[in-house]
């Protein structure tokens, strides 16, 4: 752009492209003098209908780039309104501000002119240290505007971009989940069949065919995981409405990840408060049930033997209920249960265990978004 004492962007060393439309020879000379004076590139059009064949034509007089148009109202021919109207036509993408001369003491030319589309009002007689000031606080208005498009073209553009890897990935999922599907279940099945076998011939090797069982049936869990979390994150995964008491599904959760627990020397236990019942909520049941029981499943793999793996559900409060789940020492669990369903103390928690990461919480970020909840871990 013209007026470059120290241009702050590389466009604001070009020069301005400024079109002055007046039928009054003598303020256009004017003007066209002061704008010459600051580097502008400066075109006049002596009319209305000049001003509007450059327009249409796609040059101003000459000049490639119209970045603005000085405009001497009253102009004979075409009224000026014509002409205001027209740079909403013209071939640049932005508009084009319009800075409206008007006689003084005409407060009705000035209402034409901001109808019409002008961007500012200067009335005659024109100073030149005021015309230089105006034009390029509207020029910068201008090169704003722009950047301003072109930040959003680029969101818009990397939003697209990321809603189609986000759908690659979601695809790449549910073939890798079906493609593991069939393989999956023939070693489930074959390692079912010679469970009572070896049980008869090889009873040493019962604890072995257990843990093939039980690592299928965690791959169906996880593939299942990985073909949901495509269609979560993609607004695409059928919900249920389920009338849910949330003690009452802690509890079949726990339940079913006690034996795993168990097995890694881990307590699971269940502080709620609020009476008989839990809390009721609307929600799918299923999916609600499927990423507590991934947390739990977490939280049991990073707690040490002898630890205990809680879950505290507390009374609502302004129609939210929180759940918390935490990983501490045995010795402080008759302290928490007295709590009222009050989450644990941050100093008693387990210190060394790694944060929970992976396809699991992944999963359970996206499910509990679909549900309308949100999950969040305390440092």
Not at 89 to 111: H, M
Request: hydrophobic share 45%; with cysteine; net charge negative.
């Amino acid at each position: 752009m013209a007026f470059a004492e120290e241009p702050a962007h590389p466009e604001e060393s070009a020069k301005a492209g400024i079109l002055v439309a007046s039928d009054d020879p003598r303020e256009a000379r004017e003007i066209h003098a002061a704008l010459t004076a600051e580097g502008c590139a400066v075109s006049v059009a002596p009319g209305g209908e000049e001003a509007l064949g450059a327009l249409s034509a796609g040059t101003s007089g000459g000049l490639e780039l119209c970045d603005l148009v000085v405009m001497g109202l009253p102009l004979t021919g075409s009224y000026g309104r014509q002409v205001v109207e027209a740079l909403g036509r013209a071939r640049c993408p932005e508009s084009v501000p319009v800075l409206a001369i008007v006689p003084q003491g005409e407060p009705d030319e000035c209402e034409r002119a901001l109808a019409a589309g002008a961007s500012e009002i200067l009335r005659r007689p024109v100073l030149a240290p005021e015309l230089i000031v105006r034009i390029r606080s509207l020029l910068e208005l201008r090169r704003l505007r722009r950047e301003l498009e072109e930040a959003r073209a680029q969101g818009n553009e990397s939003r697209e971009r990321l809603a189609a890897s986000m759908a690659e990935r979601s695809r790449f999922g549910r073939l890798v989940a079906h493609d593991l599907k069939n393989p999956l279940t023939g070693i489930l099945g074959h390692a079912q069949m010679i469970q009572p076998r070896v049980a008869e011939a090889c009873p040493d090797a019962v604890r072995h065919v257990a843990r093939i069982l039980e690592a299928s049936v965690q791959i169906q869990k996880i593939l299942s995981d990985v073909r949901d979390l495509g269609l979560l994150e993609e607004g695409r995964y059928s919900l249920g409405a389920d009338r849910v008491d949330l003690r009452d599904t802690a509890e079949m959760v726990i339940e079913e990840q006690r034996a795993a627990a168990d097995s890694c020397g881990v307590e699971l236990e269940l502080v709620a408060g609020g009476g008989r019942s839990g809390p009721r909520v609307v929600t799918d049941s299923g999916l609600l049930m499927r990423a507590m029981g991934n947390l739990i499943t977490d939280a049991v793999r990073h707690s040490p033997a002898d630890g205990v793996v809680r879950l505290v559900i507390g009374v609502p409060s302004d129609g939210h209920v929180e759940m918390h789940l935490s990983a501490v020492t045995k010795d402080l669990g008759d302290d928490a249960a007295a709590s009222d369903a009050a989450a644990p103390p941050p100093d008693r928690a387990l210190p060394a265990a790694p944060r929970p990461a992976g396809l699991r919480l992944a999963f359970c970020r996206a499910a509990l978004a679909a549900l309308g909840a949100r999950i969040w871990e305390k440092p």
